[in-house]
């Protein structure tokens, strides 16, 4: 038997079994995978200051101990597969962990603090009930985001477009519509079966599985900007930080003019977001700073960052069976429309009309 490894899934106990009291001293990795504990003694953060790995999946658990912070070494925690309805913020004290699984329990929201643990590399939260996520998750160093079956509306573009982030996960949620940009290191992204999408932004083609062709006649929130497709006979919408789709080549609003310059100094702007006090600024303009750009300018050429205003465009890959629709953004009519001739043997542009 390994000192520091002891398997005692499978076993049917009702309760945290206490003859692991007797190996405080040199056990790293515990699993009781599959039994029937209900709660988690709170001697086992205080006697178990080796603990490494901790695997409590398909159990009764309701809640984890505020006393977990204790476990300063802790690297793995899967607490799958149980009764939980949230996670202790306390949990953000552990600086150590790496990986996180809760998924298949009845989560609502996830912990402020979040961004604080800066090792966490994989978190799971599929198959909860997340109606959103806290944009701190941005701040974290997380490679991997398993978040299937929730009823997530939308995935904050801070989150999607992580330099750390490789592998995104979100089938079967309520998304409307994904963030116009992806980060430069994702390999790997499941998004795409959700009834509420309509169109797919062109940065998420090499992505896209074509066999996934889903169109909804759902309802979609009432607060968001609505379009018609007078040849699909469908409506779509646009990110819900869009405030005005623009035609014309007329100057952008003072406040986007503005946002635009703050987040062209990255440095000042992350000490903005840092000190942000929500109460401070008009609700949608605290959200735009503290949730970034809702994407790069499509034209390639150009670095504009768009938050509320946008030229839009919608379009269908030449001479494709598919009934797939995608969408750009750009911040000016002239990049639009450079950006349609240098693609136009790929896609053709379809009509639409703004529905009020």
Not at 34 to 53: A, C, D
Not at 119 to 125: A, D
Not at 183 to 202: A, E
Request: glycine share 2%.
């Amino acid at each position: 038997m390994n000192p520091h490894i002891l398997h005692w899934s499978y076993r049917d106990f009702r309760e945290f079994p206490n003859e692991l009291l007797d190996h405080s001293d040199t056990l790293e990795e515990i699993y009781l995978k599959e039994n029937f504990i209900p709660t988690i003694p709170k001697w086992l953060f205080h006697s178990f200051v080796h603990l490494k790995f901790i695997q409590l999946s398909g159990n009764l658990l309701q809640t984890i101990p505020r006393e977990i912070c204790d476990l300063r070494n802790l690297e793995h925690l899967d607490v799958s597969k149980n009764k939980l309805i949230e996670l202790p913020e306390q949990i953000g004290q552990l600086n150590k962990l790496q990986y996180l699984n809760a998924s298949e329990n009845e989560i609502i929201s996830l912990f402020k603090g979040i961004g604080a643990m800066k090792s966490l590399e994989t978190l799971n939260l599929s198959k909860n009930r997340l109606r959103e996520l806290p944009i701190d998750v941005a701040s974290t160093s997380l490679a991997e985001l398993i978040l299937n079956d929730n009823d997530l509306i939308e995935i904050p573009t801070k989150i999607m477009s992580m330099e750390s982030l490789k592998v995104l996960e979100a089938e079967r949620c309520s998304l409307e519509y994904l963030p116009g940009i992806v980060g430069d290191r994702v390999t790997h992204i499941r998004i795409f079966n959700n009834p509420k999408l309509t169109h797919y932004p062109t940065v998420y083609e090499k992505f896209l599985r074509l066999h996934y062709d889903y169109w909804s006649e759902n309802v979609v929130s009432a607060d968001l900007l609505m379009i018609f497709l007078p040849d699909e006979s469908k409506r779509t919408i646009v990110p819900r930080q869009v405030e005005r789709i623009r035609l014309d080549n007329s100057p952008n609003s003072l406040t986007e003019y503005c946002l635009r310059g703050l987040y062209a100094n990255r440095p000042y702007y992350e000490i903005v977001c840092a000190n942000l006090v929500e109460n401070e600024l008009p609700r949608r303009i605290f959200r735009c700073v503290q949730y970034g750009p809702i994407c790069r300018c499509g034209n390639g050429e150009c670095d504009n960052m768009l938050f509320t205003e946008c030229h839009f465009s919608l379009m269908k890959k030449n001479q494709s069976p598919s009934h797939i629709i995608f969408s750009n953004m750009f911040c000016s009519k002239t990049c639009l429309t450079k950006w349609h001739e240098v693609f136009k043997a790929k896609y053709h542009p379809i009509d639409w009309i703004h529905f009020v």
